[in-house]
């Protein structure tokens, strides 16, 4: 996503909200709401004994891109699903439906193209963050040392797990998607990437990675799912 470079940065309302998130089994406080949280229909799946995880996500990968019709799937953390549901399975791969997607669409898909390698499955109706952070750098910095030195300190893989580092020519920039970051994993991993670009950590912007008026979480969390998540062996 394009990122608009800002000359000072960018104040943020502050809303705190807990909301499950970071590691799926505590409530996470964010005030990066908005066009930053989306709400997705995502897929728990646990593979037969002695399954291919790989073959599982290319089989699933395949089907979702053509015959099953419902776009590209993107892999995230299991922290996305709510704690109730982890108590019941913790998945070890978790697909997420492109933005617009339900689950009763995630549930006839798997209904009609689940691999024979899975054992089981959920489908259930999560909120994550989709974000980016972007940082230009002090003067003398190339972007592309300010990626090493933050690949080296290895911060932004403990926060983040998955994350995507684009080097652009103005600067840098971090995607993430995945589980609710607390605010407080977000601010470590602005300290990381500060001190990577040798620069204050407020003049790392957090943005939205997508356009469009996401969850507002003022109100606290919305009702998720329309139906009760559902599982099939």
């Given at each position: ?10 104040p943020?309302?502050?809303t ?24 997705r229909a ?12 790989a ?21 995230a ?45 959920l ?8 974000l980016?952070?972007a940082?230009?750098p002090?003067?003398?910095m ?5 990626r090493?030195?933050q690949?080296?300190?290895?911060i932004?893989?403990d ?11 103005a600067g ?14 977000i601010?470590?991993v ?26 507002d ?9 329309d ?5 099939h062996?």
């Open positions: 996503a394009a990122v608009r470079w800002p000359a000072a940065p960018q943020i309302a502050v705190t909200v807990a909301v499950e998130g970071d590691t799926g089994d505590g409530h996470a406080e964010t005030t990066f709401d908005g066009a930053m949280v989306r709400k995502a897929i728990a799946i646990h593979p037969a004994r002695g399954a291919d995880r073959h599982i996500r290319a089989e699933l990968t395949a089907a979702a891109k053509g015959k099953g019709k419902v776009g590209s799937l993107t892999e953390t299991f922290a996305v699903f709510d704690e109730q549901m982890l108590a019941y399975l913790v998945p070890e791969i978790t697909m997420v439906l492109p933005e617009g997607k339900t689950v009763h669409e995630a549930e006839a898909f798997m209904r009609d193209y689940q691999p024979a390698d899975v054992a089981f499955y489908t259930q109706t999560v909120l994550v963050h989709d980016t952070f940082v230009m002090a003067a003398g190339k972007p592309a040392a300010v090493d030195r690949d080296a300190e290895g932004l893989t926060a983040l797990g998955r994350y995507q580092t684009t080097v652009q020519p840098l920039t971090v995607h993430y998607f995945g589980a609710i970051l607390s605010d407080v994993t601010a470590a602005r300290d990381a990437m500060g001190r990577a670009a040798k620069v204050a950590p407020d003049r790392i912007v957090v943005a939205a990675t997508q356009p469009g008026p996401g969850v979480l003022a109100n606290g969390i919305p009702f998720l799912n139906i009760p998540a559902h599982g062996h």
